[in-house]
């Protein structure tokens, strides 16, 4: 609580933002007049998305044990909302989790093994630069039509995605090595596979930490957009009902949930790959984290980490 | 160790290098070089920049192919890297994401070397360049002067025959880079390595060496014996021989009258 306290009396002027932000979003829920389509108003008043708006997603929870199951005639109660929220928040963490960390095991492996071997760069170079330029929502239908719509099929969809991030940002990782090092290596008497080894992928670890920054903000976008678009669990298909039933109350409530856990997921790259350029100054690391932020998720949060 | 002075560590042989730039243009950076150094000695290779000492130590570095002619090191051949040679670089090389003794122990690791004898070798060397004390930090947590020591540690610790210096202390200020030369000499001292130290600083290889090439236009235009006597302190280097063959110097460099030397050893009001 201290901290919180310091937090505000050290940061006025974003304090202030935000509390002018809230105050105007509850101003415009007031005045704005409510559409004959929707369900709930164009803007939703904080009172509404905390009461009715976040009550009606108990109507998301499937089980008929812990609360009772709407669809089966039961009661929507705050309870029944909060387990929704948890098992739909459970299912998308757990195919983010798995499609992030084999897309980051896959790509950057597959990255520096392009990088090392020249007869391997020839061969892949044009089908990765065509992959990079393909628009991965688009595709979302053919893994599912290919894998299923299920946890395997978004997770290869969301692991490949982070896979063509990375193997192309790897390989321009290493390209970027200033080449004084490795001639520094071999002065010193490194075979190729130790200079590899010892003195490039260290180097290029300050630029790929960057692209695991901006992995981190995509895979948010792949796991929601492949929820969004075909699967029946997850906050991306909360996201979907929400729109089906221009629920705008849920929409906020998911889409403020979404960027949380964005945010964390971002903090935690963050804190796992800084060991990785832990030599490095402190204020170049937070150069990095600036435009990573910036890039992937927005500069509120690049701004947030920073302060 | 190699006796100084007894046989020929390092001779060119009608050396070219010649680059071809992307626009088709060529350009002779180096245009019949030949010389011959005996073990032990130190020679620096003073030139203006863009006229090719840079690629001379590269080409006997191993790290840029000649076109024509040929570089040994003692009765070997070279056309790449090899255990008998040592580079400190111009820029920065110090590895920023291994300690201080790691980037000493780096090359003997390479070699195979045990990691016991590793470490008796790494704190001799970080003892001699007096950075015992930093064996364990960071090297961003080094000054630039202090950098550069860990780079010479790093190639003593090789044992190499041959010690290569590519403008190792350009960048540093007067007083770190006269530290610096100091150590340098003692070390060359107490080891008897053959060294090549290329430098754009006139004073800064009369100090340091037994011999001055001077390179232009890819051509080795004079090659200077430096006999001024040791140690070169402030005395000796405001002496008329020294002055003398710091003229020599310039006029060979600069003889497109784009320098004026005045002499500090004449009189005035």
Not at chain 1, 8 to 27: C, D, F, G, K, N
Not at chain 2, 2 to 17: K, L, N, Q, Y
Not at chain 2, 107 to 120: F, N, P, Y
Not at chain 2, 148 to 166: G, H, I, N, Q, T
């Amino acid at each position: 609580m201290n901290r919180f306290r310091r937090y505000v009396a050290a940061h006025p002027v974003s304090m202030a933002v935000w509390v002018v932000l809230i105050a105007a979003w509850e101003v415009l829920g007031h005045i704005t007049p409510e559409s004959q389509l929707s369900t709930s108003p164009l803007v939703p008043p904080l009172e509404y998305v905390f009461t009715d708006a976040f009550k009606s997603l108990a109507n998301n929870w499937p089980f008929d044990f812990w609360a009772p199951n709407p669809s089966k005639g039961g009661e929507i109660t705050y309870w029944g909302a909060v387990l929704a929220l948890g098992y739909h928040t459970m299912n998308t963490l757990y195919r983010l989790l798995f499609g992030l960390t084999s897309g980051i095991i896959l790509g950057v492996g597959t990255g520096l093994a392009v990088a090392y071997w020249p007869w391997l760069r020839r061969v892949a170079w044009t089908p990765l630069n065509f992959l990079r330029m393909l628009p991965l929502l688009a595709a979302i239908p053919l893994f599912q039509f290919w894998l299923g719509a299920n946890l395997r099929g978004s997770t290869v969809f969301i692991g490949f995605g982070i896979w063509v991030l990375l193997v192309v940002a790897t390989i321009n990782s290493v390209r970027n090595v200033p080449d004084l090092y490795i001639e520094n290596s071999r002065m010193l008497g490194a075979s190729p596979i130790r200079t590899y080894a010892r003195v490039v992928i260290p180097a290029a670890m300050v630029e790929l930490r960057t692209a695991l920054l901006l992995a981190a903000g995509l895979s948010w976008s792949l796991t929601v957009g492949a929820e969004y678009i075909g699967l029946t669990s997850g906050l991306g298909n909360l996201l979907a009902v929400a729109v089906f039933f221009t629920n705008t109350g849920r929409m906020v409530i998911i889409a403020v949930l979404i960027a949380v856990l964005a945010l964390l997921t971002f903090l935690v790259v963050d804190r796992l790959s800084r060991r990785l350029v832990r030599w490095m100054p402190k204020l170049a690391m937070d150069d990095v984290i600036r435009v990573a932020g910036a890039a992937s998720i927005g500069g509120a949060k690049a701004v947030a980490i920073d302060e | 160790m190699t006796e100084r002075g007894t046989s020929s560590a390092v001779s060119f042989h009608d050396v070219e290098c010649v680059f071809e730039h992307e626009s088709g243009r060529t350009v002779r950076a180096l245009d019949g070089v030949s010389f011959e150094v005996p073990a032990g000695q130190f020679v620096a290779i003073v030139g203006r920049s863009g006229h090719g000492k840079s690629t001379l130590l590269r080409c006997l570095a191993g790290l840029q192919a000649t076109t024509a002619g040929d570089v040994r090191v003692g009765s070997r051949s070279i056309d790449r890297p090899g255990p008998d040679r040592s580079m400190v670089f111009q820029q920065d090389a110090v590895f920023p994401w291994m300690s201080v003794r790691d980037n000493v122990e780096f090359g003997l690791r390479a070699q195979g070397v045990a990691k016991e004898e590793r470490h008796q070798t790494s704190t001799r060397w970080l003892e001699e360049v007096q950075l015992i004390d930093f064996a364990d930090s960071w090297p961003r947590e080094l000054s630039g002067g202090m950098r550069k020591r860990v780079a010479l540690a790093a190639v003593l610790a090789m044992d190499s025959e041959v010690w290569l210096m590519d403008e190792p202390f350009g960048s540093l200020d007067y007083f770190t880079r006269r530290a610096l030369h100091d150590l340098l000499l003692t070390l060359w001292d107490e080891t008897n390595k053959t060294v090549f130290f290329v430098t754009h600083d006139i004073e800064e290889a009369l100090i340091l060496a037994d011999r001055v090439l001077l390179v232009r236009d890819g051509r080795i235009v004079e090659d200077l014996p430096n006999t001024l006597p040791r140690p070169r302190d402030e005395e000796v280097r405001a002496s008329r021989p020294s002055v003398d063959m710091t003229k020599t110097i310039v006029d060979h460099l600069g003889s497109d009258g784009s320098i004026t030397l005045l002499d500090p050893t004449a009189g005035g009001d």
